[in-house]
């Protein structure tokens, strides 16, 4: 490879990478302006610790067939899980579905329908916050 086709490829791929590097740094920033607007409602910070044992905690308050997250998540948000019908769910992990927690339009339709399914009851501000602050850490 000659010195002019080093030049090119190198423009190339520093081009490409920066693409997917504002990709990236744009979904953090949408996911984290999310959790700020979450943190802001509660009134106090989140805590990777408290959502943690929320995702893990066999609540039952809800429905008998769903009494906690890892039901159809599985045990650890870096693996996919199953929905009750059979479906496929993308792992819940961050660091393996960098897609995840951007949209607050579904980020706010899957509280609402998996909080009630499995705490009887919609998250509040802070579970919320809790629970995206560790799946933003896996």
Known sequence: MNNLNKTIFIATATI???GVSISIVSANSARDAIIEGFVDEAGMEASAER????????????KPDTPSCTTCH?????KTG???AGKVIEPMAVSKNPERFI???KVSKW???NCKSVLGRECTPQEKADFLTYMKSK
Do not use: P, W
């Not at 599985?74 to 870096?78: F, I, K, N, R, S």
């Open 16 to 18: 490409l990478l920066g």
């Open 51 to 62: 959502g943690k044992i929320l995702f893990e905690s066999n609540i039952g308050d809800g």
């Open 74 to 78: 599985g045990a650890t948000a870096l």
């Open 82 to 84: 199953m929905t009750r």
């Open 103 to 105: 949209d607050l339009k």
């Open 111 to 113: 509280f609402r329908r």
